[in-house]
T-cell receptor
Framework: DAKTTQPPSMDCAEGRAANLPCNHSTISGNEYVYWYRQIHSQGPQYIIHGLKNNETNEMASLIITEDRKSSTLILPHATLRDTAVYYCIVRANSGGSNYKLTFGKGTLLTVNP | DSGVTQTPKHLITATGQRVTLRCSPRSGDLSVYWYQQSLDQGLQFLIQYYNGEERAKGNILERFSAQQFPDLHSELNLSSLELGDSALYFC?????????????FGPGTRLTVL
């Protein structure tokens, strides 16, 4: 699986958009970008994933650059409950690969009142 | 609530002992994954089962073993416990054996080895 690079921490004001970047310059053509988050010691929570097109769901939007070497997770209106560690994970979805999730250190997003 | 349940929530035991952690996947999910989260190693994949069969292995110690039963629940057995085995153990489930489906995580079991 391709390695990802995320800033260790970020701050965001409540009600503002939180933009979390992720670099994955060695991503392969069949690898997807996944985002999970973990709120203090709880089980990780799936947020969103995408291959090359931008994706949006009820939780967030995922913007993937055209060369697919980086992506941004956008929480449009951050709340205090969005304070968590956010993990960007790159993983293949086919081809007989091991479909484990490889977690890095992630980004600790702190939403301030 | 992810729909994945894990028991017990907390477990305190002594070195050298053996414990069993239990996971019930979401209804209909065939795949179960086990992960360990310790302070120094972060979240690490241990093992995956799909419909009763071992599918993939990660950094799982020989002292650890797992199985998935016909009703699809899974158990992770940890034996000859050491202080360093203290960690959060998460189970996740997905509907497929391979990719294309997100994994849903349970609330975890916190193991403390004294």
């Amino acid at each position: 699986d391709a390695k990802t690079t995320q800033p260790p921490s970020m701050d965001c004001a409540e009600g503002r958009a939180a933009n979390l970047p992720c670099n994955h310059s060695t991503i392969s053509g069949n690898e997807y970008v996944y985002w999970y988050r973990q709120i203090h010691s709880q089980g990780p929570q799936y947020i969103i994933h995408g291959l090359k097109n931008n994706e949006t769901n009820e939780m967030a939007s995922l913007i993937i650059t055209e060369d697919r070497k980086s992506s941004t997770l956008i929480l449009p209106h951050a709340t205090l409950r969005d304070t968590a560690v956010y993990y960007c994970i790159v993983r293949a979805n086919s081809g007989g690969s091991n479909y484990k999730l490889t977690f890095g250190k992630g980004t600790l997003l702190t939403v301030n009142p | 609530d992810s729909g994945v349940t894990q028991t017990p929530k907390h477990l305190i035991t002594a070195t050298g002992q053996r414990v069993t952690l239990r996971c019930s996947p979401r209804s209909g999910d065939l795949s179960v994954y086990w992960y360990q989260q310790s302070l120094d190693q972060g979240l690490q994949f241990l093992i995956q089962y799909y419909n009763g069969e071992e599918r993939a292995k990660g950094n799982i110690l020989e002292r650890f073993s797992a199985q998935q039963f016909p009703d699809l629940h899974s158990e992770l057995n940890l034996s000859s416990l050491e202080l360093g085995d203290s960690a959060l153990y998460f189970c996740a489930s997905s509907s497929a054996g391979g990719g294309g489906n997100e994994q849903f995580f349970g609330p975890g079991t916190r193991l403390t080895v004294l």
